[in-house]
């Protein structure tokens, strides 16, 4: 067991002092261990964050990560089959599961307090002792390709899937996190152990516990469970080429009633200094019932039941989003509404009320969010692992109630260029170069 630090967040406990908002601690090994003690929580959350994703595939294997996560429940020699597995969790009264995104997998579960040495247990026998066998790789594989075919049998969804190749083009980040049904059907039981072998390092993952626990016996527990695991440091994620996909508008036929529409842009990274102003510029886009899309598109034209924008933030690249779901003879209607949401960002800077009511739904949907000691145990441990720190909660907040309206009309400056725009239809879509004459600021 190595190095143990206070989180740089405080929060008043009263005249007592104060108390850490986290501890981070490293094992000997290099897996690095966060805790945020909530004392008066009755829950724990343990969350392994790994840190790969379909960015690290290449495209032999893609959609191995995701596929991965899924067999990592399958059975260990310990617990020998999925059903054991989830008993263990469940029959405390918790819950387990896991994702996958594009630069990392998170392994979790939430239990009662009294229970994180189970809890603890459970996951590390699934990250370092899993089988794998190949009849459960087999029978996994069908699994997989019906969640595929889920996904594009929901239009919405599929269009933001094809968004994703709009914007990034044939690159992995640009790629399915799931992969295809054919790519799937190829993989077999070397594969994931290769893949194990190149990312799932400890020093390619973090512990993070959250809840009614101390740092000290989330460490030894730690230390216990994860004493065994090795490893050479995992490769980087290639740079994301910055060009956008050709072509950039993908529209996808079919016969049913609404147009699926997101627009799509190259953002900011996690780490640019404009990522406040632009989580406020979009909170006055497309977030929320009071914002100018909601406003515009649905209350006064009617043109769409569901509207919105959002932002997602990588290593070196973002994208925001906006989608909603329209009649065909509103399609290029609500296009150009929403182009012109865009522009007038650009153009005019946003009033003082306007203002005012963003950074106080930024800032307080920002602290809402972080309630449970899931939230608490998400938000601390894929900040460790994306960005080797946390910050500060009140800091956060700082920062987003400092944002001026130059500052959103300046982020909006930079992002919103015709050259920077993407397009992704499923429905009745209409002629793909007609749209793409639409995607114009």
């Given at each position: 067991?190595?190095?143990?630090k ?19 601690g ?14 008066a ?7 392994v964050?790994i840190?790969v994703?379909s960015?690290?595939?290449e495209?032999?294997?893609n ?7 899924h067999?990592?429940?399958?059975g260990?020699e310990?617990r020998p ?10 029959g405390?009264?918790?819950s387990?599961?896991?994702y996958?995104a594009?630069e ?6 939430h239990?009662?307090?009294?229970h994180?040495?189970?809890?603890m ?14 009849e ?14 889920r996904?594009k ?12 190749r709009?914007v990034?083009g044939?690159?992995?980040i ?8 054919e790519?799937?059907?190829g993989m ?6 290769d893949?194990?072998?190149r ?5 390619n993952a973090?512990l ?11 460490m ?5 469970s994860?004493a065994?695991?090795s490893?050479?440091?995992?490769p980087r994620?290639?740079p994301?080429?910055?060009e956008?996909g050709?072509?950039?508008v993908?529209?996808?036929?079919r016969?049913i009633a ?9 953002a900011v990274?996690?780490t640019?200094?404009d990522r ?5 510029l ?8 009071s914002?100018r ?10 043109l ?11 290593a ?13 003879d509103?399609?290029h209607e609500a296009t ?9 960002l ?12 963003a ?7 920002f ?8 939230s608490?145990?998400?938000r601390?441990?894929?900040a ?8 500060a ?8 109630r ?20 993407a ?11 007609e ?7």
């Amino acid at each position: 067991m190595a190095r143990t630090k206070q989180g740089d967040g405080q929060e008043s406990q009263g005249a007592a002092g104060h108390t850490p908002v986290w501890e981070i601690g490293q094992l000997a090994n290099g897996m690095r261990v966060v805790t945020t003690p909530v004392p008066a929580a009755q829950s724990v959350s343990v969350n392994v964050f790994i840190g790969v994703g379909s960015r690290g595939e290449e495209r032999r294997v893609n959609g191995i990560s995701h596929y991965m996560e899924h067999m990592l429940f399958k059975g260990t020699e310990r617990r020998p089959n999925a059903i054991v597995i989830a008993e263990a969790i469940e029959g405390a009264g918790g819950s387990l599961n896991a994702y996958t995104a594009k630069e990392l997998t998170c392994y979790w579960n939430h239990v009662p307090y009294d229970h994180l040495p189970v809890a603890m247990d459970v996951v590390a026998d699934m990250l370092l002792h899993s089988k794998i066998e190949q009849e459960e790789v087999d029978r996994e594989r069908t699994v997989v390709q019906q969640e595929i075919r889920r996904s594009k049998d929901q239009p919405g969804a599929w269009a933001g899937e094809l968004l994703s190749r709009a914007v990034f083009g044939d690159q992995p980040i640009g790629w399915s996190i799931a992969g295809t049904l054919e790519i799937i059907e190829g993989m077999q039981r070397q594969d994931f152990f290769d893949h194990l072998e190149r990312w799932y390092t400890p020093q390619n993952a973090v512990l993070s516990v959250a809840g009614n626990t101390t740092h000290s016996a989330v460490m030894e527990m730690a230390a216990r469970s994860f004493a065994g695991w090795s490893g050479a440091a995992a490769p980087r994620f290639l740079p994301a080429h910055p060009e956008l996909g050709t072509p950039r508008v993908q529209a996808e036929h079919r016969d049913i009633a609404q147009c699926n529409v997101a627009i799509g842009l190259r953002a900011v990274s996690r780490t640019d200094p404009d990522r406040f102003a632009l989580t406020i510029l979009n909170n006055i886009l497309g977030r929320g019932m009071s914002s100018r899309l909601f406003k515009e598109v649905r209350e006064r034209r009617g043109l769409a039941y569901s509207v919105g924008s959002s932002v997602s933030r990588h290593a070196d690249t973002g994208t925001m989003s906006i989608s909603a779901g329209v009649t065909p003879d509103k399609l290029h209607e609500a296009t150009t509404v929403i182009l012109d949401e865009l522009r007038r960002l650009c153009n005019e800077p946003v009033g003082d009320d306007e203002m005012t009511k963003a950074r106080d739904y930024a800032a307080g949907s920002f602290r809402l969010g972080l309630e449970s000691t899931m939230s608490l145990g998400q938000r601390a441990g894929e900040a460790l692992l994306t960005l080797g720190e946390i910050e500060a909660v009140d800091d956060v907040v700082t920062k987003l109630r400092a944002i001026t309206a130059e500052d959103v009309q300046r982020v909006a400056r930079r992002l919103f260029h015709s050259h920077n725009l993407a397009m992704a239809v499923v429905g009745p879509a209409g002629d793909p170069d007609e749209l793409d004459k639409l995607l114009v600021l």
